[in-house]
């Protein structure tokens, strides 16, 4: 895996490589093997390198025959033994067995639509002198990352990650406030925004084109349409089974070693069974980590699916108070804020597998593709739920409200509870209130300027504009994979691996293992009170059944706990009355009442408390007294 960064000034103002140094030195961790850069005219293109494929031939930036085609990329390309044949026969000459070549080649053949032919994961920049085009890309699920934003004049400044555009000179670094907002609802800022005023993000499976100083963005990929026809569901299921096998194979190519993470739910532990009828099993190294704290450890788990399917397991066990450690570690190298707490142990253990591997497998996917995320059962309940009378519905809520508070994790309280947020609203905004942490009106009565841009109504706006299917679940299912698989589980992967040099696949986001799920009937991802129903019934026989029925739990760690402990101290620092007020965003009195109901354990407010605190975190390293 790899980071870009570059720039394209507006005609006859030749690029300045010293620019195109800084920014792609900000990338050093994403690929820590080598460095390129290529300059053309107005155009600069850098690129820092992880090897994986050709580790002695691959050098980016890469270009065609005659050099007037060059192309700096992030990714992997699980076809690329398919593409190579079809260009070879069409009569172009590789100098590399890297797959990056190929790209240069098909953009040759097929313009700017030759980003529809590749399976993998990937973000791109390529310059076509002869056009005076630069051409940018992100892969259809969007596994990996791309921020740009506009230059004086005309042109275009672009990176892996926000710290690579705002090195450019001629970004600014305000703070934009509806970004902000964006931010208190999801957690993290969906594309195209930012939390800058200056970048914006390219959204998965989105191309963009500048010519001369002019800009345009389309989506390339649409998700196919959930199937009407009557299928036989084992034997479907037996396809289904062939087909992440395909995949898994496919991800598995690399010239450095490989490892699977292995977490013990049914993703990670399907696509190890898959590697080991690929290979033998011995060869098959999976990595976990426990926790000391019970409540948090499923450690036990993801070793009974080793010894089950005869892997080579590593596993090392921390204490809660090593990811607790890590927090100004992880805040230092987050260029966006981020409120998805499980970060942290998904970087304690990208860490370990890159002690022994560059490259592993993941589980990423299945949840927002087969419905595996209890939000779809929670959905079925809301639908009871609303049609209960408004009072009884009202009891139902005192009752829950005079729960006590559970601060363990996933507790029954904080699940009714949440389920509560959202069970009367539409399905779209149900959804999110159940996995975000502040609603429209509490992000409106939080800001001191107020919603400036009406995020539940801006929801609701994105979930309507999208082409789900005319069934309640394919809807939703969509509305999962535009934002929160791209912007939260697939970031936090991105950050926490790359942080530490190591590359991520996810064989569930293959290109043609997607369009296969995609076009199952709702029935086959959620049906029979049964999450991931396919996927349970092409893995048994494979797994050990208690693994197939155990719930969905999560990779948690004791947030609830730590703000009324190690995180006090913190708290105080950073949400306090003093603060806030020199600050400026943030009303201190709804901050203070959501501390002090917390620490007095009569609410759970562990959600937005993070939330808040991750953001001040972030503030601290990029706008505070002293910014990066």
């Known amino acids: 895996m790899c980071g870009i960064a570059g720039f394209v000034n507006r005609l006859g103002h030749g690029a300045d490589r010293g620019i195109v140094e800084r920014m792609t030195a900000t990338l050093s961790h994403r690929g820590p093997d ?75 053949e097929e313009g700017i639509d030759f980003v529809r032919r590749l399976n993998g994961m990937f973000a791109l920049a390529l310059w076509d002198r002869n056009r005076n085009r630069l051409v940018l890309a992100r892969d259809r699920m969007g596994q990996k990352p791309l921020f740009y934003g506009r230059l004086p004049g005309g042109g275009l400044a672009f990176g892996s990650e926000p710290k690579a555009v705002l090195s450019h000179p001629e970004i600014g670094r305000a703070l934009d406030l509806g970004g902000l907002a964006r931010y208190l609802f999801y957690e993290y800022v969906p594309a195209p925004h930012s939390i800058w005023q200056s970048l914006r993000k390219l959204p998965r499976a989105h191309v963009l084109a500048w010519e001369s100083g002019t800009i345009q963005v389309r989506r ?77 450890d499923e ?33 230092a190298w987050l260029d966006e804020p981020f409120g998805d707490a499980s970060i942290l142990p998904t970087h304690l253990l990208s860490r370990f597998a890159r002690t022994e591997v560059k490259v592993v497998l993941g589980g990423d996917g299945a949840d927002e593709l087969l419905a595996g995320y209890p939000t779809f059962a929670a959905e079925r309940a809301a639908g009871i739920f609303r049609r209960l009378p408004r009072p009884a519905r009202a009891l139902a809520g005192a009752a829950v409200g005079r729960l006590p508070v559970d601060h363990r994790n996933f507790s029954f309280d ?33 800001l001191v300027d107020g919603d400036p841009i ?140 959501r501390i002090d109901e917390h620490q007095a354990g009569v609410r759970d407010h562990r959600k937005p408390l993070w939330t808040l605190l991750m953001f001040q975190l972030w503030y601290d390293q990029w706008l505070g007294t002293h910014p990066r």
Not at 52 to 71: F, K, L, R
Not at 245 to 253: D, P
């Open 34 to 108: 080598g460095v390129g850069y290529h300059c053309d005219g107005p155009v600069a293109l850098g690129h820092r390198r992880l090897s994986i494929i050709d580790v002695d031939g691959g050098a980016q930036p890469m270009t065609n025959e005659d050099g007037s085609i060059w192309v700096s990329y992030n990714g992997e390309l699980y076809n690329e033994f398919e593409l190579r044949r079809e260009l070879e026969a069409k009569g172009h000459r590789y100098r590399t067995v890297s797959d990056t070549e190929s790209l240069v080649h098909l953009y040759e």
């Open 220 to 296: 390339y990929w649409e998700s196919p349409r959930p199937g009407t026809a009557a299928l036989d569901f084992d034997a479907t299921a037996e396809v289904f089974w062939d087909g992440l096998r395909a995949a898994v194979a496919r991800h598995r190519r690399s010239d450095v070693p490989l490892g699977v993470f292995l977490s013990g739910g049914v993703d990670s532990s399907s696509v190890a069974a898959a590697l080991c009828e690929v290979e033998p099993a011995r060869n098959v190294r999976t990595f976990s980590i426990g926790f000391e704290d019970p409540s948090f």
């Open 299 to 331: 450690s036990r788990h993801a070793r009974a699916v080793a010894q089950h399917l005869g892997t080579d397991h590593h596993e090392r066990t921390f204490s809660i108070a090593t990811a607790y450690e890590l927090l100004p570690e992880v805040a």
């Open 414 to 446: 904080f699940k009714l509870k949440q389920f509560l947020r959202g069970a009367a609203e539409p399905l779209p905004l149900a959804h999110q209130r159940w996995l975000g942490s502040f609603a429209g009106d509490e992000v409106a009565r939080l």
């Open 454 to 593: 009406g995020v539940e109504a801006e929801h609701l706006h994105r979930a309507a504009a999208l082409e789900g299917g005319t069934d309640a679940l394919s809807r939703s299912l969509a509305l999962y994979q535009e934002t929160y698989l791209p912007e939260d589980i697939l970031t936090k992967v991105d950050r926490a691996s790359m942080a530490c040099s190591l590359e991520v696949r996810a064989p569930f986001l293959d290109t043609e293992l997607v369009d296969l799920m995609q076009a199952l009937p709702p029935s086959f991802k959620y049906g029979r009170h049964q999450t991931k129903r396919l996927l349970k019934r092409a893995a048994a026989g494979r797994l050990p059944a208690a693994i197939l029925s155990r719930p969905k739990k999560g990779f948690g760690i004791p947030v609830a706990r730590w703000l009324r402990g190690p995180l006090v101290p913190l708290v105080k620092e950073l949400l306090g009355r003093d603060r806030l007020e020199r600050q400026g965003l943030f009303h201190p009195e709804e901050v203070a009442r």
